[in-house]
């Protein structure tokens, strides 16, 4: 069953091609790994697919849950179930994160029809599972975040949002042991609570270990040089990345 299928998708930003041709698709409820070398275009396919007008789409098709959503809002796209992570929240002084967390509910079926006490409850509950302080909530919206802090926020946002398919995109920049932490429970209890399917954009392969790991894609120079299954993790592990720097189409 299909959930995502990106064909032939190019595109560019300021002019300048970042994608070209690329190939996905991502079934309901399975687990994909996205690698490749810093500049490879991992992130830009995640924004690209999410609908982020900063790039272009030169040609090519994504459909999401039987619908072509290739020109759609990022809004209308994730009312259709995607979710794409923030790399990092912006800062809003005076603005606790459970007033922000209860914005991005506002009008949306489930925790977002659920009145301000039931909601606080609700995310109160969720924050628990995450395994975090409840005094959390009520920090100013990513003032003097901690990478470990930025991730609670996405982590909580995935699992209120309940989306379809979720894309998290863990950066270059390397989580630290409290933020890696953070990131595998919220993967396990949006796995648990909604059976979603995952695509992690990642160097990092610690991410990896404890995920069921259905399909791995190799992203070289904008295209898709390589695609496996879980051993090639341990390829890239053991060999890096010059093994599929050579392949062109
Ligand atoms: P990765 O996530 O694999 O490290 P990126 O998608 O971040 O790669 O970037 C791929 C290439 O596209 C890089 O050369 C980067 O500088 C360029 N790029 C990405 N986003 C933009 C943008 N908004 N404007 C201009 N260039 C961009
Ligand atoms: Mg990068
Ligand atoms: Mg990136």
Do not use: C, W
């Amino acid at each position: 069953d299909t959930l995502l299928s990106v064909r032939g998708l190019s595109a560019s930003a300021d002019e300048t091609p970042i994608l070209h041709g690329i190939d996905l698709d991502v079934g309901a409820g399975e687990t994909h790994v996205i690698m490749g070398p810093n500049g490879a275009g991992k992130s830009t396919l995640g924004h690209v697919v999410m609908g982020d007008n900063a790039y272009t789409v030169d040609g090519g098709t994504v459909e999401f849950a039987g619908q072509d959503i290739t020109d759609l809002s990022p809004d209308k796209r994730s009312r259709a179930g995607l979710f794409l992570s923030f790399q990092a929240p912006v800062e809003i002084p005076g603005v606790p994160l459970s007033s922000f967390l209860r914005a991005t509910m506002a009008g949306r079926e489930g925790a977002g029809e659920l009145k301000g006490k039931q909601f606080r409850k609700h995310v109160r509950a969720l924050a628990d599972e995450l395994d975090m302080d409840p005094a959390y909530l009520d920090r100013e919206l990513g003032v003097g975040f901690s990478g470990g802090e930025k991730k609670k926020l996405e982590m909580l946002q995935l699992l209120l949002l309940r989306p379809k398919l979720a894309i998290l995109d863990e950066t270059d920049s390397g989580l630290d042991v409290d933020a890696l932490g953070v990131v595998s429970r919220g993967i396990d209890a949006y796995r648990r609570a909604t059976g979603g399917a995952l695509v992690v954009i990642t160097h990092n392969t610690r991410i990896l270990e404890h995920l069921d790991v259905d399909r791995v894609h190799v992203m070289v120079r904008g295209r898709m040089a390589a695609e496996g299954d879980a051993s090639l993790i341990d390829a890239i592990d053991e060999q890096g990345f010059e093994q599929f720097e050579q392949i062109e189409r």
